[in-house]
């Protein structure tokens, strides 16, 4: 029984090639997510391990907020430089070096624009001379206050050299330095990880880097000879006391490797979901392949069975050839997943900021990940069709055998139950009672599939009519009728190709569908809300938003014609003991017109000193009242209580926590992100937009714009986010495109004998490749016609469950849709190619005399 499997098996290899196809990219998906993830991570254990290479034990303070990597940047505290004496003394420190260093010094170029970084800081900080880790190159250090040097990643990225004047972006307004040197790393490195650093004199790094002069923000201690790193680390601890951190540089790498690998775990996430999308789709074409070649092999198994095959073994046969495609489609795809991995990690290193990536390796997760999935999936679209072999009868041997269609009753009411399932675990997880954010998430995705599966389901109950009404558009010519009744005589098959198409376009579609409605709800909330005719803003491609010098407040409200400006501050603070997002204007009474805001309790006219405002949702949540007394903790400072004087309406575009303007100098980045304009009335918005742009010059992360603009502009991510969606749910319309293609190509050897009748009485050969093209093209509409309905099904509901969270319009993409018929179209016509060439070329006679 074994060696009869192998050899049908190797008769029937080209077929069967087709429908391991659809596993080898699910797999490589798979494979590659954990290739990606494996090379990334070891390449910031070493781009750390170098950083802190020459660090023995560090010192910092307590900081002040605690803020996650998925939260943003963390503020470093600052301790004063007393600290370094106390260091100093303790025994077992041979050199110890104060450093006053942070995130956020960014070099204009030759150009005249600033330069930006993804990932990788961007650190200014005291030069500290050479060390074990860093070599100077070119010139010297600096020693004067208006002195820089920059690594060499800066000096290329910005053209600037030996000599030139450049422009530095910190805390502060933009400052012109004179470029002194330039320093590599050891090892003849440029950057470690493509972090840009610029150094400055100790006094300049400190005011414009911390903020405040006489302070550090870290001690790299390096440890006598015999002493060990963790018995110098707690000595120190124990000398500086509770304030203070202090670990070892082993410490310090793994922690931080350790946050990148935690951020770099939510991308992986996102790989894998689209490999379970492959996967999913590739169930269809597997199941479908393997129920069309059990129909083409009824004698051969009703021979087996009369022969003394019992029903277990003819079990057995079908399953043994999905395990050996399920193997073969592992190893393909285990191979295409290395290959897509190392490209993904190669191009995150060249886009990402130039991270140094360590060698290709393949984790035991990969392979193991790749043969589980690749064995489990097809074994799983084998079974239904191995159980429904096993119950071909033996007389089916003696006699022409046809495959009558079994009804499908039990089919439609088990797609509608699941239907029903999927629907209401959509139901409860979009309305929110599903209990935390996690068991909302997987309610939602398991409403989601069992829905595609209920649909899936319910298809051939559908298909004879809609594929009967789809295809008189072809049935002008006697191909086109032929097509048309060959793509309805069988529901079942053409449903399980159609559905394998249908996921693709129903998931692009939903995603269109809801980010569509985000962005038109957004947009048109914003029209309504925001009274300014200009704004100043910037895109933020890192953790630091784009800011600009607060004197520009100032010199705009002197432009004639402005009326008003209310400049705007973002921090991360604690508030009453819990972290949250906080902000600060230049002008309160001005942001409550820019922003049509109305008092609930108090007056929110004006902001003194030592008063807050919050939205009444926030108010209502932490039960504050007007008069209430809120500590707050900022970036930098000491905890300041603040007298809570007004509450104003919540709003979808603004709210939470409004500090006065003094509180800013504790910021983070204590300069405004945003500025609004409201212009007199009668005053052209193109003759102040000029005079605003003149004024920010010397600002070129940010630009004024007209409203359109700038809503336009906040709006855009979701086009961004859109495209990469539909990027990676192409592979999950390719696998579709093979379903057709092979189900066709399986069709074509079914149907040998009567294509060859069709060619004896007549039938030219352009003729039957029309009439093939016209089935596939009629199966690609209908399963892409089924994608759109499903999917704007899905997109509204989601968007309903929203209209709470400000999502209000609903917006359907109806030239999109358009756009993925008109596609499916073209995929039927493409996907027909092979096939139909393969039946125009039949011999006639051989045909007709094809059993």
Same mark, same amino acid.
């Given at each position: 029984?074994?060696?009869?499997?192998?050899?049908?098996?190797?008769?029937?290899?080209?077929?069967?090639?087709?429908?391991?196809?659809?596993?080898?990219?699910?797999?490589?998906?798979?494979?590659?997510?954990?290739?990606?993830?494996?090379?990334?991570?070891?390449?910031?254990? =070493?781009?750390?391990?170098?950083?802190?290479?020459?660090?023995?034990?560090?010192?910092?303070?307590?900081?002040?907020?605690?803020?996650?990597?998925?939260?943003?940047?963390?503020?470093?505290?600052?301790?004063?430089?007393?600290?370094?004496?106390?260091?100093?003394?303790?025994?077992?420190?041979?050199?110890?070096?104060?450093?006053?260093?942070?995130?956020?010094?960014?070099?204009?170029?030759?150009?005249?624009?600033?330069?930006?970084?993804?990932?990788?800081?961007?650190?200014?900080?005291?030069?500290?001379?050479?060390?074990?880790?860093?070599?100077?190159?070119?010139?010297?250090?600096?020693?004067?206050?208006?002195?820089?040097?920059?690594?060499?990643?800066?000096?290329?990225?910005?053209?600037?050299?030996?000599?030139?004047?450049?422009?530095?972006?910190?805390?502060?307004?933009?400052?012109?330095?004179?470029?002194?040197?330039?320093?590599?790393?050891?090892?003849?490195?440029?950057?470690?990880?493509?972090?840009?650093?610029?150094?400055?004199?100790? @006094?300049?790094?400190?005011?414009?880097?911390?903020?405040?002069?006489?302070?550090?923000?870290?001690?790299?201690?390096?440890?006598?000879?015999?002493?060990?790193?963790?018995?110098?680390?707690?000595?120190?601890?124990?000398?500086?006391?509770?304030?203070?951190?202090?670990?070892?540089?082993?410490?310090?790498?793994?922690?931080?490797?350790?946050?990148?690998?935690?951020?770099?775990?939510?991308?992986?996430?996102?790989? +894998?979901?689209?490999?379970?999308?492959?996967?999913?789709?590739?169930?269809?074409?597997?199941?479908?392949?393997?129920?069309?070649?059990?129909?083409?092999?009824?004698?051969?198994?009703?021979?087996?069975?009369?022969?003394?095959?019992?029903?277990?073994?003819?079990?057995?046969?079908?399953?043994?050839?999905?395990?050996?495609?399920?193997?073969?489609?592992?190893?393909?795809?285990?191979?295409?997943?290395?290959?897509?991995?190392?490209?993904?990690?190669?191009?995150?290193?060249?886009?990402?900021?130039?991270?140094?990536?360590?060698?290709?390796?393949?984790?035991?997760?990969?392979?193991?990940?790749?043969?589980?999935?690749?064995?489990?999936?097809?074994?799983?679209?084998?079974?239904?069709?191995?159980?429904?072999?096993?119950?071909?009868?033996?007389?089916?041997?003696?006699?022409?055998?046809?495959?009558?269609?079994?009804? +499908?009753?039990?089919?439609?009411?088990?797609?509608?139950?699941?239907?029903?399932?999927?629907?209401?675990?959509?139901?409860?997880?979009?309305?929110?009672? =599903?209990?935390?954010?996690?068991?909302?998430?997987?309610?939602?995705?398991?409403?989601?599939?069992?829905?595609?599966?209920?649909?899936?389901?319910?298809?051939?109950?559908?298909?004879?009519?809609?594929?009967?009404?789809?295809?008189?558009?072809?049935?002008?010519?006697?191909?086109?009728?032929?097509?048309?009744?060959?793509?309805?005589?069988?529901?079942?098959?053409?449903?399980?190709?159609?559905?394998?198409?249908?996921?693709?376009?129903?998931?692009?579609?939903?995603?269109?569908?809801?980010?569509?409605?985000?962005?038109?709800?957004?947009?048109?909330?914003?029209?309504?809300?925001?009274?300014?005719?200009?704004?100043?803003?910037?895109?933020?491609?890192?953790?630091?938003?784009?800011?600009?010098?607060?004197?520009?407040?100032?010199?705009?409200?002197?432009?004639?014609?402005?009326?008003?400006?209310?400049?705007?501050?973002?921090?991360?603070?604690?508030?009453?003991?819990?972290?949250?997002?906080?902000?600060?204007?230049?002008?309160?009474?001005?942001?409550?017109?820019?922003?049509?805001?109305?008092?609930?309790?108090?007056?929110?006219?004006?902001?003194?000193?030592?008063?807050?405002?919050?939205?009444?949702?926030?108010?209502?949540?932490?039960?504050?009242?007007?008069?209430?007394?809120?500590?707050?903790?900022?970036?930098?400072?000491?905890?300041?209580?603040?007298?809570?004087?007004?509450?104003?309406?919540?709003?979808?575009?603004?709210?939470?926590?409004?500090?006065?303007?003094?509180?800013?100098?504790?910021?983070?980045? @204590?300069?405004?992100?945003?500025?609004?304009?409201?212009? =007199?009335?009668?005053?052209?918005?193109?003759?102040?937009?000029?005079?605003?742009?003149?004024?920010?010059?010397?600002?070129?992360?940010?630009?004024?714009?007209?409203?359109?603009?700038?809503?336009?502009?906040?709006?855009?991510?979701?086009?961004?986010?859109?495209?990469?969606?539909?990027?990676?749910?192409?592979?999950?319309?390719?696998?579709?495109?093979?379903?057709?293609?092979?189900?066709?190509? +399986?069709?074509?050897?079914?149907?040998?004998?009567?294509?060859?009748?069709?060619?004896?009485?007549?039938?030219?050969?352009?003729?039957?490749?029309?009439?093939?093209?016209?089935?596939?093209?009629?199966?690609?509409?209908?399963?892409?016609?089924?994608?759109?309905?499903?999917?704007?099904?899905?997109?509204?509901?989601?968007?309903?469950?929203?209209?709470?969270?400000?999502?209000?319009?609903?917006?359907?993409?109806?030239?999109?849709?358009?756009?993925?018929?008109?596609?499916?179209?073209?995929?039927?016509?493409?996907?027909?190619?092979? @096939?139909?060439?393969?039946?125009?070329?039949?011999?006639? +006679?051989?045909?007709?005399?094809?059993?």
């Amino acid at each position: 029984m074994l060696r009869a499997t192998f050899k049908s098996l190797l008769a029937r290899k080209v077929r069967l090639i087709l429908s391991g196809l659809a596993v080898v990219l699910g797999v490589m998906f798979v494979s590659g997510a954990f290739v990606l993830t494996d090379t990334l991570g070891r390449s910031f254990d =070493a781009v750390f391990a170098d950083a802190y290479a020459d660090t023995d034990v560090a010192v910092s303070a307590k900081p002040k907020v605690a803020v996650s990597e998925s939260e943003g940047e963390q503020v470093a505290a600052t301790f004063p430089v007393a600290t370094l004496a106390k260091v100093r003394a303790v025994p077992g420190v041979e050199r110890a070096t104060g450093e006053a260093q942070a995130d956020g010094a960014r070099v204009i170029g030759s150009n005249g624009k600033a330069l930006t970084s993804v990932g990788p800081p961007q650190l200014g900080g005291n030069w500290t001379g050479d060390d074990g880790l860093v070599k100077l190159r070119e010139g010297h250090g600096p020693t004067a206050n208006d002195e820089i040097a920059v690594n060499a990643a800066v000096a290329q990225a910005a053209k600037i050299k030996v000599g030139d004047r450049v422009g530095v972006l910190t805390l502060g307004p933009r400052r012109e330095f004179t470029l002194v040197g330039i320093f590599g790393y050891s090892g003849g490195r440029d950057s470690i990880g493509g972090m840009q650093q610029v150094a400055f004199t100790e @006094p300049v790094a400190q005011r414009l880097m911390l903020g405040e002069p006489g302070v550090y923000s870290s001690i790299t201690v390096h440890a006598a000879a015999g002493v060990g790193d963790a018995v110098l680390r707690d000595r120190i601890a124990a000398e500086l006391g509770d304030g203070y951190v202090v670990k070892t540089g082993k410490q310090l790498s793994d922690e931080a490797s350790a946050s990148l690998k935690e951020a770099l775990s939510f991308f992986n996430k996102i790989l +894998l979901g689209f490999a379970g999308v492959a996967l999913f789709v590739g169930i269809f074409l597997i199941l479908n392949t393997f129920s069309i070649i059990v129909a083409q092999r009824t004698r051969e198994l009703a021979l087996l069975r009369a022969v003394g095959a019992n029903r277990r073994q003819v079990v057995g046969s079908v399953l043994v050839e999905a395990v050996v495609i399920g193997l073969f489609a592992s190893v393909l795809g285990l191979g295409a997943g290395v290959g897509v991995g190392a490209l993904l990690a190669y191009l995150f290193g060249k886009f990402g900021g130039g991270l140094e990536l360590a060698g290709i390796g393949v984790p035991a997760a990969a392979v193991v990940s790749a043969f589980a999935v690749g064995l489990v999936v097809t074994v799983v679209a084998a079974v239904l069709p191995a159980l429904r072999a096993s119950r071909i009868p033996p007389i089916a041997a003696m006699q022409d055998v046809a495959n009558p269609d079994r009804p +499908l009753t039990k089919l439609s009411v088990a797609g509608a139950a699941v239907s029903a399932v999927g629907g209401t675990l959509l139901a409860v997880g979009l309305t929110g009672k =599903a209990g935390d954010g996690n068991g909302t998430l997987w309610t939602i995705l398991g409403g989601v599939l069992l829905a595609f599966i209920g649909v899936a389901l319910l298809t051939p109950l559908i298909s004879r009519p809609v594929v009967g009404l789809l295809g008189r558009l072809f049935s002008w010519s006697v191909p086109g009728k032929l097509g048309r009744l060959n793509s309805g005589r069988n529901p079942r098959r053409t449903a399980i190709t159609a559905a394998a198409l249908m996921v693709g376009i129903a998931l692009v579609t939903g995603v269109t569908v809801i980010l569509g409605s985000a962005k038109d709800s957004l947009t048109a909330l914003a029209e309504d809300t925001i009274q300014a005719q200009l704004v100043i803003a910037g895109q933020q491609n890192g953790p630091r938003p784009p800011t600009f010098d607060p004197a520009v407040l100032d010199r705009v409200a002197a432009i004639p014609g402005v009326r008003s400006v209310a400049g705007e501050y973002g921090d991360r603070a604690m508030v009453n003991g819990k972290q949250t997002y906080v902000s600060a204007t230049s002008n309160v009474a001005a942001l409550k017109d820019i922003y049509q805001a109305r008092a609930t309790a108090g007056s929110i006219d004006s902001l003194g000193p030592d008063q807050m405002l919050v939205d009444s949702g926030t108010a209502a949540k932490r039960g504050l009242t007007v008069g209430a007394r809120v500590p707050v903790q900022l970036s930098r400072g000491e905890p300041k209580t603040y007298t809570l004087s007004g509450i104003y309406a919540e709003s979808d575009l603004f709210g939470g926590f409004l500090l006065p303007v003094q509180a800013t100098k504790d910021f983070a980045v @204590p300069q405004p992100s945003r500025a609004y304009l409201q212009l =007199a009335p009668g005053t052209p918005v193109d003759r102040v937009q000029p005079q605003v742009d003149a004024l920010l010059r010397d600002s070129p992360e940010v630009t004024v714009t007209d409203r359109a603009e700038f809503i336009k502009q906040q709006t855009s991510q979701f086009d961004t986010i859109l495209t990469m969606i539909q990027v990676l749910l192409a592979l999950a319309i390719l696998i579709a495109v093979l379903g057709i293609v092979n189900t066709l190509a +399986l069709s074509v050897l079914e149907r040998t004998r009567e294509l060859g009748l069709l060619r004896a009485i007549g039938l030219r050969r352009g003729q039957t490749m029309r009439m093939i093209t016209v089935e596939a093209v009629v199966i690609s509409i209908f399963g892409a016609l089924l994608g759109v309905v499903v999917g704007s099904g899905i997109g509204a509901a989601v968007v309903r469950a929203l209209h709470d969270e400000g999502i209000k319009k609903l917006v359907f993409p109806w030239s999109q849709m358009g756009l993925f018929l008109g596609l499916a179209a073209v995929i039927g016509v493409v996907a027909a190619v092979l @096939p139909a060439i393969r039946a125009a070329r039949i011999n006639v +006679l051989g045909a007709i005399a094809h059993e």
